[in-house]
């Protein structure tokens, strides 16, 4: 946020999804931007929030949240329901204005968004494949891999946790989007320290 005025109310419209740690790194970001003056639309996907995390947004007095249950990339038959949130996002964006889209996915960087998009490369079904099975997925995830390769190319710039995703994304979709590595983190305040035990698990 070097050069922004603090004076100065950035909007953010962030997608999120509530099963997996996409949901910590965007609320660990959300916090982290408070002092900056930067207002943020959170949209969750995936599955509708469990109480505690509801809990955790409410207390971001940053964050406007928008709750759906819209089906995630990875997920079985998923593309009428992106298709549908698509259409809803955008609609969002119409209302909004917002100065940035920030999507913790793939496939709505293919969208005709407005504002500049960042896609954060957390993980992706294709490179889990090759590194684990060491195989190219099989056909049926062919729909899949056409519609992250799309959000990534049409992006106006990707973010990765890490060199080797960064490097997977790259090589497997033959992206040449503008990007940058930057390592995820959480606010040592979450966690209390306590004396070690003299176990390993």
Same mark, same amino acid.
């Given at each position: ?13 962030? &997608?999120?999804?509530?099963?997996? =740690? ?21 949209? &969750?996907? =995936? ?10 947004? $409410? ?24 298709? $549908? ?64 390769? $799309?959000?990534?190319?049409? $992006? ?46």
């Amino acid at each position: 946020m070097d050069g922004i005025s603090r004076n100065t109310t950035i909007r953010i419209l962030m &997608t999120t999804d509530t099963v997996g =740690g996409v949901w910590s790194y965007a609320l660990e970001l959300c916090k982290a931007l408070i002092p900056y003056n930067v207002k943020i639309y959170l949209v &969750t996907t =995936g599955a509708l929030m469990q109480p505690a995390q509801m809990k955790e947004a $409410a207390n971001l007095q940053n964050v406007t949240l928008y709750e759906t249950d819209f089906k995630l990339e990875w997920m079985e038959q998923p593309w009428d329901s992106i298709k $549908a949130s698509g259409d809803w996002l955008l609609q969002l964006e119409e209302e909004l204005q917002p100065d940035l889209i920030h999507l913790n996915c793939y496939a709505y960087g293919s969208l005709g968004w407005k504002a500049p998009v960042i896609v954060v490369a957390h993980s992706d079904v294709c490179s889990w494949w090759w590194a684990v099975k060491n195989e190219q997925p099989p056909k049926q995830w062919n729909e899949y891999f056409n519609r992250v390769q $799309a959000g990534l190319r049409q $992006a106006s710039y990707i973010i990765a946790p890490s060199k080797t995703m960064m490097k997977f994304i790259r090589s497997i979709y033959s992206v040449t989007t503008s990007g940058k590595i930057i390592y995820n983190a959480r606010s040592n305040h979450n966690f209390r320290p306590a004396e070690k035990a003299d176990t390993i698990f």
